[in-house]
């Protein structure tokens, strides 16, 4: 959008939403009874978000709501509220020896009003497990949902204002007016997940007000069949992950490299594979794309490529049929772009050398999927190969794990969450010292005599 009213009337509510956080950081059993009524206002209102993000997708499986936005969401606060106390114990730590008989000290505090920009394909997981870690670090939080996703965003509101304190949270819903302008607050964090093109433009904004910043971004991520790989499992695995959510998945494989000797057999196990996955890809089980523009995006994406259709039959808009593209040109969109859709573009390999190359050549990738016979194999290309994440052997899995962290590098992101990871990444370290009367580190005040010099002297050693 243009300036002018609009944006200043987005101004205007943001900085009203604000400046209403303005309560001192809640102390642990407070932050336990707000991470409690959160979950229990998301349980109650658990077959409200299946029906709203439904038709927000006009189509989305049930199960899959369920299990990665709902279920996810609960086990996220469960896992949190088993470990914030140990999270949040101050560290006693070691002083040098010229500090003597001083005691110190590490306490994780929180960071202080923050902001969280969350996406459209998973509205309710990408703002609220980022809104679970901001509580258990004791911030105050400004949430700002996906405009693509209204009734989603309308929701997660509702849910907001019952279950925590209007000083402690809000959700402020609008378009990208509004998420320009709380960029532009002086927030003392801001977490966006989104787009790679629209994370720098936050960035850009943020560091203007000098604002740390997480950013979950998307990318590229390769999957690599090892030579002698089982094909049906492998095919299995990509499938699953790539059409979970109909492909739109940051985290989803985006192109497969394959040996150059196994790519017929490739492609017809990713046939059957698909087709005992989605046997009607015109049922509930097979997500519809979100946003009307993807539709012409992918069908733009298949244009002159040597499509390959991986259905027995192909569902009609707004869903849209999986396609593997074999040997796209390298320079081509498939193999520039992230495609968050079901489109696998399949490229061909002479060594494990050459694909390894082909990956790292790219810009850092959010995940890595290798799948082989030889662990070992697959761990060799794992530690070879640049990635926010690695997967062995299946795709997408290892981001529900709330122990792993969750992040990228470059392109792919700036930080990382889940877990404790979420926590540290809300918090800061705060040092703290007392200090002993009779501790040798106070001999370097002045007036500066022959002391000072026998402690320069040591120090130069």
């Not at 932050?31 to 109650?44: F, I, P």
């Amino acid at each position: 959008m243009d300036g002018g009213s609009s944006d200043l009337g987005a101004v205007g509510l943001v900085r009203a939403a604000f400046d209403s956080l303005v309560a001192a950081a809640p102390d642990l059993p407070a932050r336990r009874a707000h991470l409690l009524s959160l979950r229990a206002a998301v349980l109650q209102a658990a077959d409200d978000f299946a029906r709203a993000i439904d038709a927000d997708f006009v189509g989305r499986p049930r199960p899959e709501t369920m299990l990665a936005e709902v279920g996810l969401v609960l086990s996220s606060i469960d896992w949190t509220l088993r470990r914030l106390t140990r999270w949040t114990r101050p560290r006693r730590v070691r002083l040098p020896a010229e500090y003597l008989g001083a005691s110190g000290r590490v306490e994780r505090v929180p960071l202080g009003r923050v902001g969280i920009i969350a996406p459209w394909n998973y509205p309710l997981q990408l703002a609220f497990v980022p809104l679970v870690a901001a509580l258990a670090g004791g911030n105050r939080v400004l949430l700002k949902p996906s405009e693509a996703t209204p009734r989603t965003a309308s929701l997660l509101a509702q849910v907001v204002e019952r279950a925590l304190p209007p000083d402690l949270a809000r959700v402020v819903e609008g378009g990208p007016e509004i998420a320009r302008a709380l960029t532009e607050l002086p927030l003392d964090g801001l977490f966006f997940t989104g787009s790679t093109a629209t994370g720098r433009k936050v960035a850009e904004a943020a560091a203007r007000n000098l604002i740390p910043v997480t950013l979950e971004l998307g990318g590229k991520s390769p999957a690599i069949v090892m030579p002698d790989a089982d094909l049906m499992d492998a095919a299995k695995a990509v499938m699953a992950g790539k059409l979970f959510n109909a492909g739109q998945t940051c985290v989803a494989p985006d192109y497969l490299l394959v040996p150059r000797d196994r790519m017929g057999d490739t492609l017809d196990a990713l046939r059957s594979a698909t087709q005992r996955l989605y046997p009607d890809p015109q049922g509930p089980d097979y997500a519809a794309i979100a946003r009307p523009q993807d539709l012409g995006r992918l069908e733009g994406l298949l244009e002159g490529a040597r499509g390959v259709p991986l259905m027995e039959r192909m569902p009609a808009p707004p869903k849209f049929g999986a396609w593997a593209v074999v040997d796209p040109d390298p320079d081509s969109p498939l193999l520039r772009e992230e495609i968050f859709g079901p489109i696998l573009p399949i490229v061909p390999y002479d060594d494990l050398l050459q694909a390894e190359a082909f990956a790292n050549a790219r810009p850092v990738p959010l995940a890595l999927y290798v799948l082989g016979r030889s662990r070992a194999a697959c761990e060799g290309v794992v530690a070879r190969v640049r990635s926010g994440g690695a997967l062995v052997n299946d795709c997408l899995l290892h981001t529900a794990a709330h122990s792993l962290p969750f992040g990228g590098a470059g392109e792919s992101g700036m930080g990382s969450y889940h877990g404790e990871e979420g926590f540290l990444a809300f918090t800061r370290p705060r040092s703290i010292m007392v200090a002993s009367r009779w501790m040798p580190a106070r001999l370097g005040r002045p007036p500066y005599g022959s002391s000072v010099d026998r402690i320069i002297r040591f120090l130069l050693r």
